[in-house]
């Protein structure tokens, strides 16, 4: 099925397609799976919301961001709701944890407050896989704050679903790659690609036995809209392919040919993996959706990458 069918089969089913979070990766990517050659006949019926009011060039055509404050005028009743907004770990630099705690609350009222009022037939929630760890497990304070913003968003919306009557496709999304990946620093993804397309080319690996689940954005969006026609809810996380961080290194470096990698070893490099990648799998399967495998999640990415350092 193409992304023009997917769509079309999306709007018979509901009213309208709202992606919070429009501008981040997986926004992107979603908006990238419903928008199709009619996309610009049928705007309000894809509603990209995002941090603020603007105009985007997607896919060739000029498309409109809504502010949630100004997208809530135009939210039809009977919609999809996908949300990929929040706010991301890397701010608890910037904030205290109690302001921290509630900017995410601000975040994530936008959704529940449409749930309120009744208008979301299917609320999708991309939340995240620290929500799989005991907080208490989890060493370090930041984490801590963001691991239990997850788990109460989680809450939130499960009984704001509950008490609306909404199907909820709770997904807890675990590691992502794409052609909108762009944060060089901080996945182990996309710092690999930054180290061995810049000098000295060298690609670090400390961890080099821990596993991660890699999916493509698109694809986990195509999966979780396809499972939306359901209107069932479904507690699920993210898929994808699993390979350990030093195998993931020498498949980038295989595609990159100046670059190498070394091998470090500190501590028992325990393989850890909290996530069910295979009952996705399963699902994608169900649907026909062949996913992305990590030779092609790591080509993909690595076009827009060569775009950005260059």
């Known amino acids: ?150 788990i109460d968003d989680e809450v939130l919306i499960k009984n704001a679903s509950d008490s609306a009557s909404a199907a909820l496709i709770n997904c807890r999304v675990y590691s992502i790659s794409g052609r909108f990946l762009n944060e060089f620093e901080n996945l182990a993804f996309s710092l690999f690609m930054k180290q061995a397309l810049t000098k000295p080319h060298k690609i670090t690996v400390e961890s080099q036995n821990t596993y991660r689940s890699y999916l493509d954005a698109a694809d986990l969006t195509t999966v979780l809209f396809h499972l939306s026609l359901n209107s069932t809810s479904y507690m699920i996380d993210s898929g994808g392919f699993l390979v350990k961080l030093g195998q993931l290194a020498d498949k980038i470096a295989t595609m990159i040919p100046e670059a190498s990698v070394t091998k470090l070893n500190y501590g028992n490099n325990s393989a850890h993996y909290y996530g069910d990648f295979e009952g996705f799998n399963n699902l994608a399967a169900k649907f026909e959706i062949k996913l992305l495998d990590i030779e092609g999640q790591i080509t993909e990415t690595l076009k827009a990458f060569r775009n950005q350092i260059s």
């Open 1 to 150: 099925m193409s992304y023009s069918d997917l769509t079309d089969r999306l709007l018979s089913v509901y009213d309208q397609i709202v992606i919070y979070g429009a501008k981040g990766w997986i926004g992107k990517s979603a908006a990238s799976v419903v928008f199709s050659e009619k996309a610009h006949r049928i705007q309000r019926q894809i509603l990209l919301v995002g941090s603020k009011t603007e105009q985007l060039i997607n896919s060739g055509e000029l498309t409109q961001i809504y502010s949630a404050n100004d997208a809530k005028n135009f939210v039809s009743k009977n919609c999809i709701f996908l949300n990929a907004a929040y706010l991301r770990r890397e701010k608890l630099d910037l904030y205290s944890p109690d302001e921290y705690i509630r900017k995410n609350r601000e975040i994530i009222g936008f959704g529940e407050n449409l749930l309120r009022q009744k208008k979301i037939k299917t609320f999708i929630n991309l939340s995240s896989g620290v929500a799989s760890q005991n907080i208490d497990s989890v060493k370090n304070q930041g984490n801590s704050i963001y691991a239990k913003c997850k």
